[in-house]
């Protein structure tokens, strides 16, 4: 258990639909990261948070929206969904910003657009 | 920009045999390297890393060395079991930013 919580773990919606999926860092965490992982792009990074505020930017579309609460969890928004956006969505904590620092993954909430 | 090159898979290997997965990247400055791995169904979880350069990283009987001469981050160890069967990812972080996966790769052991 990486102390990294993620919910829901699966969601399965239709085309032009919006979600929302959660995040709980770890304990003590303030970076919070957003990943993308499927079978054709592989693992793809999102979006960065660190202590509530936007810190990188990845392969992120437009149609997605991130914030971190000042409790330091996070949310990722999907809107107007696509069936290619059917993927495997990570969050992943880290204590800051150094880049020694491990990354915690959640379990992950797999996403399916029908 | 940071990329990571991985060896594709599928590897299949017998129970107790020598596993090396090769890893190199590319990348500006003195970026850390990590190895995660996936079990079917779940998370990533670090597997280990290295900070700089000549660092050995290992965990449960895996190694990797920082080359940075050679650019390199292989994975190895010496004899895999059944359990070892996952995905394993290179990945580097460069400037506190995110990391930067390979492709994976799937290793398949067999009994």
């Known amino acids: 258990d990486s102390g990294v919580t993620q919910t829901p773990k699966h969601l399965i919606t239709a085309t032009g639909q919006r979600v929302t999926l959660r995040c709980s860092p770890r304990?003590?965490?303030?970076?919070v990261y957003w990943y993308q992982q499927s079978l054709d792009q592989g693992l793809q990074f999102l979006i960065q948070?660190?202590?509530?505020?936007?810190?990188a930017k990845g392969n992120i579309l437009e149609r997605f929206s991130a914030q971190q609460f000042p409790d330091l969890h996070s949310e990722l928004n999907l809107s107007s969904l696509e069936l290619g956006d059917s993927a495997l969505y990570f969050c992943?904590?880290?204590?800051?910003?150094?880049?020694?620092?491990?990354?915690?993954f959640g379990p992950g909430t797999r996403l399916l657009v029908l | 920009g940071n990329s990571v090159t991985q060896m594709e898979g599928p590897v299949t290997l017998s129970e107790e045999a020598f596993l090396t997965i090769n890893c190199t990247y590319t990348?500006?400055?003195?970026?850390?390297l990590f190895w995660y791995v996936q079990y079917p169904g779940e998370g990533l979880q670090l597997l280990l890393k290295?900070?700089?350069?000549?660092d050995k990283g290992s965990n449960k009987g895996f190694e990797a060395t920082y080359r940075k001469e050679t650019t390199s981050f292989h994975l190895e160890k010496g004899s895999v079991q059944v359990s070892d069967s996952a995905v394993y990812f290179c990945?580097?972080?460069?400037?506190?930013?995110?990391?930067?996966f390979g492709k994976g790769t799937s290793l398949l052991v067999t009994p």
């Open positions: 992943a904590s880290s204590v800051g910003t150094r880049e020694e620092e491990t990354q915690y």
């Open positions: 990945a580097l972080s460069n400037s506190g930013y995110a990391l930067n």
């Open positions: 948070y660190y202590n509530g505020e936007e810190r």
């Open positions: 290295a900070t700089k350069a000549d």
């Open positions: 304990s003590g965490d303030l970076s």
């Open positions: 990348a500006t400055g003195y970026p850390s």
